[in-house]
């Protein structure tokens, strides 16, 4: 969480691209200052402006006036400057941004207090504040004007997610480190899969030699990195690592320092990989202690089967050792939908369903197409050997506009909901071919509510729906 809220609080968030002040000359932290000092102002003139669901919320929120600035680009910064993610020197130069940022959010704040007036009961915190501010900035200048100012706001900055901001600001997700330099999306509406390359990697190296198509895709099956592909120079592997390259104890370091120069609190996202075990996960959270941590959050690879960023394999061809009989046992079973009712025939071979012929009764031909293509289609899943809890997982819970409790068997007590016709074959098969094996009816996430599917998952200490892309952090 990165926003610690006080009964009836509210977020008040902004995003800074950090990516925007790397210059010719340097990073230029005069327009950084610039910058955070002009939004702060620009931030607590939205808590006047803004609609609340409670009064409630307005009272408390224009009483304390808390605000949360936050950064992203940040990777794209320390690959702009020749700075590793894990380096002391990648360290030290993010420590005085994110010090930068502090105190500019502190002088606006005081100066805004000798203007507009300080925050609810600041003479009652007074003494707290004037401690816990020197932690944020040693800026004598702005220590002083809190001194006889006072504060605005209770809280200035934070390090928020920023996965759709940032991405329509083509820049690096908050402080995370690049997820993968190459890394493979597929498209929501037709299924197609393209590379995604980070920009400051391709802006700079597109010209050499070595940048190729074929490195790209060995990028990417490299799990977006560098590491150990031969023919890019030491000098740009060493710089332009990944979240994967990074010790977990680099990371946390990293967290540490962002910490030392954050009012409210820090959401970021350890990445570990597939192989990581339960004593590797405990002592990641022991040394995010024992550094004084606010929060740690990891994700594992592959933990979800489905996850909104990927890295290509190389394809491999399925082949089917199934060959058809002349003859094959089947068993014929009805059920029924909201669209009419579903005749079902299941072929076995060998103890295991190979063939699945489906019709729906006075339906039309339209649904019946789509019953058989969908038969057919389940048909080869069984004959090339995907299991059957597999596509039972794929099609389990898929949504339609027509709904209805049924009996999969005549004898059952209590009626299931039957969600679909994709939803009832599913129920048909985890019933009867399943050797009795229970299968999650909740796909690979929480519900989402908006697209009506189990997609929810964490992205970035957010959960954000991988069919839809909505996200509870908004």
Known sequence: MEEPLIPFGACNLSSINLHYFCGKKGYN?????ETVYNLMKYMDNLIDKMDFPDPRFKDMSQKYRQIGIGVMGM?????EMDLPYDSNEGREHVSKMMKTISTACIEASADMAKERGKFHDYDVFESDVLDIVPNWTDDKKVLDKVKKNGLRNSLFNTAAPTGTIAISCDCSYGIEPCFGLVTTKTLSETGEKMNMVNPIFQRRFEK??????????KISQNKGSLKNLRGIPKEVRDVFVVAHDIKPKDRIDMQAEI?????????STLNLPETATRDEVSEIYRYAYSKGLKGITIYRDGSKKFQPISFSKEKQEIQSNFTRPSKLQANVHTIETGNGKLYVTISTHNGKPVEMFISIGKSGQTFNTFTEALGRTISIAFQHGVPVDNIIKTLIGINSDRPIWSRIDENDKKPDQILSIPDALAKLLKR??????????????EFCSKCGTYSLIMVEGCSTCTNCNESRCG
């Open 259 to 267: 910490q030392k120069y954050v009012s409210a609190a820090i959401s």
């Open 75 to 79: 990777a794209d910064t320390l690959y």
């Open 432 to 445: 009867y071919y399943t050797n009795g094996q229970i299968v999650s009816e909740q796909g690979n996430g």
């Open 29 to 33: 932290f005069e327009k950084l200052y």
């Open 208 to 217: 050499e030699s070595w940048y190729t198509p074929d490195l790209l895709d």
